[in-house]
């Protein structure tokens, strides 16, 4: 059965910083490529950084020196570490797998911005 648990979202103070986690279980999780994506209130889904199989990455330009994807392949784990956080990084992150057809998603964790 495939699994993709997010965690480590939470409150947190502008400026602050966070790390959000991804831990995948039921299916090769080396070989595909894993992104992170966010949903603020009223919008629609959108990309915030996605990482290859070999390491390469990807950034939304909103993501660009704040945000560092990186992924540990022997915990099947990938990581969001968020800097500097702004109250419009408010959203649900969520973890993404993708390899060819297959596209599974997690569930989100709520990421809070605020004073």
């Known amino acids: 059965q495939v699994q993709l648990v997010e965690s480590g979202g939470g409150l947190v103070q502008p400026g602050g910083s966070l790390n959000v986690s991804c831990e995948a279980s039921?299916?090769?999780?080396?070989?595909?490529?894993m992104g992170w994506y966010r949903q603020a209130p009223g919008k629609e889904r959108e990309l915030v950084a996605t990482?290859?199989?070999?390491?390469?990455?990807n950034y939304a330009d909103s993501a660009k020196g704040r945000f560092t994807i990186s992924r540990d392949n022997a915990k099947k784990t990938v990581y969001l570490q968020i800097n500097s956080l702004k109250p419009e990084d408010t959203a649900v992150y969520y973890c993404?797998?993708?390899?060819?057809?297959?596209?599974?998603w997690g569930q989100g964790t709520q990421v809070t911005v605020s004073s």
């Open positions: 039921g299916f090769a999780f080396s070989i595909y490529a």
């Open positions: 993404n797998a993708r390899r060819s057809q297959y596209d599974y």
């Open positions: 990482i290859s199989s070999g390491g390469n990455t």
